[in-house]
């Protein structure tokens, strides 16, 4: 099996910044993102060497902390700690690039969402200098470079719309759907597993797709499967942030907002692979916790009142469902107990 | 060695949470602690006993969160997953105890601050269910059960002030000094090496004192120590919160402030062993969460203006620095850098 074109999937990537960036500001109507383009020398202690486009929106209208990142990071000896899973992997050459997003609206009634592609090869074609072009043409003439495709987008609310659920899902199911009718639920129970805070046991939000280690179509399918899950962000996200951004709310709603990004931050800081690891294992800080809510408040053992839709959240919407497959009635019937 | 009287020891670290809670309530003027008082029941999953009184005063007119928690907590075999390092004890009965406090003003010119004391017992005579008093004879008859006291307090200012750096240090050096004069040196520098946050290369606060594993004075003179450590808090603390509480601030010292309680949150949830392995090992959450800041703020990217108070925190005050020793020309020569 081939590596698939590393000038590509990077090409894929940037574009892909550039264009949830711009649809984000125009939603925004005057929050602009700034950015940060950085690089690492491949000639210090870490041997890693790489770089990235950081992009920030803060206090927007709209969207009061929006990080949208760009990495590209490749090493001559991958870390043995990175390869846990795998460790015929370790000393390898090789290349990890991605876009991440988190974005966190003013709005309580507009969700959090964050969206993660991205592209990972080692094995010794894979030789850091080499252009991306060399680096796929000999791959695939040498001992079989190890390559996959991972990511996925995934939806925390503050207040449960049952229709907002629907289209997200129903979004992600329609963006896996062409390259494989498992992929979707597959990757939905991957998805609600993963954002999953144990020590709650409560999930993070209502779900959405989550996948790692992907490969199994082939180079040019699954590179395809990958540009359909980024491509499908923006028509999930946007309808959802149109239809509350502008819901009044007051300082009741604000409070629970803040309390709930507690939960966003626990889970990011205790439970994500990728931010514990990266922080630990010297990622570039600002980056990693870019993800972190702009404002957070933590309170001792709250509870929301009973009947109310602050405890219709935990009660209805983070628990996993069947989102997609949600009938009419069943949404009426859902609906019902929300009001 | 004979082992530390249970009952004994429990008495003291009650008063001393009694007594820690009434001098706050004192300091606040109209700030109360609630109590909550939870036990778990031995049957359960996890096979583990016990029991504690969580205490939190919110929203008072000094303290915007503090948390003052004893716990006792026991089972007839500790899990391999609590003796990483003493994998000879896994399977024992085991008893562990403490009180831990972590305290968040109002005001940004008064520092955090956290303190620490327990007591671990674990071995053959420790078997729940028997009186401590028959624990610990049958422990002096028997096989010797291991046990150590553990604790330590420590500063974290958002505005510095040498001579609150100097109090809390000598009060903590005064402390230990009766017990040994290497305790405070060792303590000190393990405090500065624990409450350190390596992916911002940066120490947590002013630091203070830190043990672990400490039964080196033998069974009355350790508790001798742990007593002197924890009785050492107030009057290491409260000198510092009357010197600053009524000390005007504005809109910039509180966003510093909840700006860098952000970094009390990441060192929480990433490194501090304690809260990391509760959470993921099925503590009591909410007890174990009630560190956590009432409100924190992350911003991409921040940096101090220089020349300023905001700059000289991290530039002066968050590197280890022997405060007990300074004399008074290093202090009058420190000061006249933060003017």
């Not at 659920?165 to 963006?175: K, L, Q, S």
């Not at 759907?177 to 609600?192: I, S």
């Not at 959405?208 to 199994?216: R, S, V």
């Not at 931050?265 to 990728?274: K, P, S, T």
Request: proline share 7%; charged share 20%; glycine share 10%.
């Amino acid at each position: 099996m081939s590596v698939p074109d590393l000038n590509a999937v990077s090409g894929y990537l940037l574009a892909l910044q550039d264009n949830i960036c711009a649809a984000l500001e125009h939603e925004d109507d005057g929050g602009e993102f700034r950015e940060d383009r950085w690089s690492r020398d491949p000639a210090d202690a870490s041997g890693l060497g790489g770089g990235g486009r950081s992009r920030v929106l803060e206090n927007g209208s709209v969207f009061e902390k929006a990080g949208v990142n760009f990495s590209h990071v490749s090493g001559q000896s991958l870390p043995p700690s990175a390869t846990a899973h795998r460790p015929e992997l370790a000393g390898k050459p090789f290349h990890a690039l991605g876009v991440s997003l988190v974005i966190h609206p003013r709005n309580p009634y507009v969700p959090t969402s964050h969206m993660n592609v991205r592209f990972f090869c080692a094995g010794d074609a894979t030789t850091p200098g080499t252009s991306p072009l060399e680096l796929s043409t000999s791959g695939a003439a040498s001992a079989a470079p190890t390559w996959w495709f991972g990511g996925g987008f995934d939806l925390t609310p503050y207040y449960g719309f049952a229709e907002d659920c629907v289209h997200w899902h129903r979004t992600a199911r329609d963006a896996c759907f062409p390259h494989g009718a498992d992929l979707y639920p597959r990757f939905k129970k991957w998805c609600d597993d993963y954002f999953f805070l144990k020590h709650r046991n409560e999930a993070r939000g209502i779900g959405g797709i989550f996948f790692d280690d992907f490969n199994a179509l082939g180079t040019n399918a699954s590179f395809a499967f990958l540009r359909s899950v980024g491509d499908a962000f923006l028509p999930a996200y946007l309808p959802i942030v149109q239809r509350r951004k502008a819901t009044p709310f007051g300082e009741r709603e604000r409070e629970f907002q803040l309390y709930r990004r507690g939960r966003y931050v626990e889970f990011n800081l205790v439970w994500d692979r990728g931010t514990h690891f990266g922080l630990q294992s010297g990622g570039r800080t600002e980056s990693i916790l870019m993800s972190l809510p702009p404002l957070v408040s933590w309170r001792y053992d709250y509870h929301a009142k009973p009947d109310t839709p602050e405890a219709r959240l935990t009660e209805l919407f983070l628990k996993p469902r069947d989102w997609a497959s949600l009938t009419d009635p069943q949404l009426s019937a859902l609906n019902s107990q929300l009001t």
